[in-house]
């Protein structure tokens, strides 16, 4: 199957600092990824979607200044934590967008534990 | 953004026995489900999908049931397994496939 990646798997980090996590789709091009993010026991709650070469669709709620993402490429997106506070402190999950496959099904990456101290 | 939820959030079943997981969605737009599992520290994996024109589809050990005149779905673990546990969810989307909705999920425990 189609096989995303996600780096860091964890960061810990300061108050007020920023955070980047970088999702690559390693084996096929991906012009749609998501953000989710996962509080413990929780669900995933989209965040936004990021369209390669286009501005991401942030859900409402979500601070796009806050969260900035950016698709530079068909197998990259970027999600950057910006002025991080403990209450950011979450699993953050991406997933891409196989087009070839045809029913539009996403494929995820592994997670990103953030922590903010 | 759109409303998926289950009935029950834990779930223990004996190994062995048949398991089943039930989601509610309130989108009849709707026309793509899909199940994950999701283990402990890790991304949801796909499990089996349904569109909205299908009312069953069977997998491997796995069935999903789509009853649309009262939007629900519901997840069928033939002969569960210690490997099974873990959380799993529903997910929704429309047509265009623009958003995936998850539901609250629902932590499935076997027990040896």
């Known amino acids: 199957g189609a096989v995303v990646s996600q780096h860091p798997s964890r960061v810990i980090c300061k108050s007020g600092t920023s955070v980047k996590i970088e999702c690559r789709s390693l084996?096929?091009?991906?012009?749609?990824m998501f953000w989710y993010r996962q509080f413990p026991k929780q669900s995933l709650m989209l965040m936004a979607t990021s369209n390669e070469g286009s501005k991401a669709t942030y859900e409402q709620g979500v601070e796009k200044d806050k969260f900035l993402i950016n698709h530079a490429s068909l197998t990259l997106s970027t999600l950057t934590v910006t002025s991080a506070h403990p209450e950011d402190s979450s699993f953050y999950i991406c997933?891409?967008?196989?087009?070839?496959?045809?029913?539009?099904?996403?494929?995820f990456g592994p997670g990103t534990r953030l922590t903010v101290l | 953004g759109e409303s998926v939820g289950l009935h029950l959030p834990t779930l223990s079943v004996q190994e062995g026995d048949n398991s089943i997981i039930n989601c509610a969605y309130s989108?009849?737009?709707?026309?793509?489900f899909i199940w994950y599992k999701q283990e402990s520290g890790k991304g949801p994996q796909f499990i089996i999908d349904i569109r909205s024109n299908m009312d069953k589809r069977q997998g491997q050990r796995v069935t999903v049931l789509l009853n649309k005149t009262v939007k629900h779905l519901s997840l069928q673990i033939a002969a569960t397994q210690p490997g099974d546990s873990a959380v799993y969810f529903c997910?929704?989307?429309?047509?265009?496939?623009?958003?995936?909705?998850f539901g609250s999920g629902t932590k499935l425990n076997v027990k040896p």
């Open positions: 084996d096929f091009q991906a012009t749609t």
């Open positions: 997933s891409a967008r196989d087009w070839t496959r045809g029913v539009g099904e996403q494929f």
């Open positions: 989108n009849s737009a709707s026309d793509y």
């Open positions: 997910a929704e989307t429309p047509y265009n496939f623009n958003k995936f909705y």
